[in-house]
């Protein structure tokens, strides 16, 4: 079942700022680029680095444990060592707070 979830409020999360959040079953790293909202799953598909805690160049995160590197847009890899694309989430702005798409 797919299912909206609220993280926080829009004005929390500016341009430029990124946040890890526990949702359910998931970390879930939100980024905010120029104003639009970008989710993925905190965790590298190659050996479980910390997502968040990368480097963001452009839309571009790179994994600061082995520095593979996935788009937030849509969690393809670009670089490797990671094969597999990391977790992608959908994410909306509703009354002013940013949302997440869980559909597990
Ligand atoms: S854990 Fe991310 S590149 Fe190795």
Not at 18 to 32: I, K, L
Not at 64 to 89: E, Q, T
């Amino acid at each position: 079942m797919a299912e909206w979830v609220s993280l926080i409020e829009t004005e929390a999360l500016g341009p430029g700022d990124r946040e890890v959040f526990d949702v359910g079953e998931h970390y879930v790293a939100v980024f905010n680029v120029d104003g639009t909202y970008y989710a993925v799953e905190d965790i590298c598909t190659h050996d479980g680095g910390p997502l968040a805690d990368g480097t963001l160049d452009g839309y571009a995160i790179e994994c600061p444990r082995h520095g593979a590197r996935f788009d937030i847009r849509d969690g393809r890899v670009l670089a490797p060592p990671a094969v597999r694309p990391v977790r992608h989430f959908d994410t909306r702005v509703q009354d002013g707070q940013v949302q997440l798409l869980i559909e597990d």
